[in-house]
């Protein structure tokens, strides 16, 4: 997992092997795909579309976790062995994609470019992003900035230390699969209702890790998860509530907070409402924050691999 980390925060997933072999994640959505156009029909009854939704979940992930382990039985011991399983552990870890994406909104935004700013947020969130204010802007992208060091490094990894390479897999199917039917919109608040509920299962602690950390390497700690602590379980999932309020009390600032998805106002409540209106400067100050969070990560690594070496 440390090898992995650490060659993702150096070339990411390059674009050259993006050209030629895509990306492994994008395989996993194909398959998705497949599954919820044969299994997903309008016409079945919601009990029907609940069973093929569960099903769409448990074939695959029960496959991945074959696959996962008749590689791992292919992989010779020794230095080898780590360098491969490395490899292969590295693209289901997202930590310099999303820098990237998440500076890609802060530049054009700190230059008033709203327009660049826009289209940059629409890439890394799923709400409209064409009324967005630069304020709304620099909230989604700081929000999706603090969900997805969840999703994208600490869960990976997470389930990587427990279970080796098929828990990367197992984890990143599921996580894709709740990325894409997992919400609660006509088409899919059935079909997705089971890949959505056990995504929160596997997000559950390495979210509070996630939030845990971000706290600990904050410059008032003690502040952060009082404030976690009051404002987490008010979000409307039981996971993104708790990265996203440590970093949003970190900065200073206020997230979640009402919104419009899909033409409709939420009247989600603030998280770290005492906080001011994140602007394009809190992006890089979120981004500085991220980084810290990378070397804690990368450190704790190191260590426990000394521990287990000796």
């Known amino acids: 997992m440390l090898i992995a980390l650490c060659i993702d925060r150096l070339i990411g997933w390059p674009d050259f092997l993006f050209r030629r072999f895509s990306h492994p994640v994008v395989g996993i959505g194909?398959?998705?795909?497949?599954?919820?156009?044969?299994?997903?029909?309008?016409?079945?009854?919601?009990?029907?579309?609940?069973?093929?939704?569960?099903?769409?979940?448990?074939?695959?992930?029960?496959?991945?976790?074959?696959?996962?382990?008749f590689i791992l039985l292919l992989i010779p011991e020794g230095p080898l062995g780590v360098l491969v399983t490395s490899l292969l552990v590295w693209p289901f870890i997202a930590a310099k994609s999303l820098a990237n994406h998440v500076e890609a909104v802060a530049e054009p935004l700190v230059t008033h470019d709203l327009k660049a700013a826009r289209h940059a947020v629409s890439m890394i969130v799923g709400r409209n992003s064409n009324n967005l204010d630069s304020n709304d802007i620099a909230r989604a992208a700081l929000e999706s900035l603090a969900e997805n060091t969840s999703d994208g490094v600490t869960a990976p990894l997470f389930w990587g230390v427990l279970l080796g390479f098929p828990g990367v897999l197992i984890y990143k199917f599921v996580n894709t699969a709740d990325s894409m039917i997992g919400y609660k919109s006509e088409r899919y608040r059935d079909f997705g209702w089971a890949s959505a509920r056990f995504d929160d299962f596997v997000n559950y602690i390495p979210?509070?890790?996630?939030?845990?950390?971000?706290?600990?390497?904050?410059?008032?700690?003690?502040?952060?998860l009082q404030i976690t602590l009051r404002d987490a379980s008010q979000h409307r999932s039981p996971n993104a509530g708790w990265p996203e309020t440590s970093v949003a009390a970190s900065i200073g600032v206020k997230l979640s907070g009402p919104r419009i998805y899909d033409g409709v106002k939420t009247n989600d409540p603030w998280l770290n409402r005492d906080g001011r209106n994140p602007t394009g400067d809190d992006l890089f100050s979120g981004l500085k924050l991220f980084d810290r969070f990378l070397w804690s990560v990368t450190s704790l690594l190191l260590l426990c691999s000394v521990i287990s070496f000796f």
Do not use: D
């Open 30 to 69: 194909h398959l998705i795909s497949f599954f919820e156009r044969h299994l997903n029909k309008t016409t079945w009854s919601t009990s029907l579309r609940r069973t093929t939704g569960f099903l769409t979940l448990l074939f695959p992930m029960v496959g991945f976790a074959i696959l996962g382990f």
């Open 207 to 224: 979210a509070r890790l996630t939030s845990l950390m971000y706290a600990i390497i904050s410059r008032k700690t003690r502040e952060v």
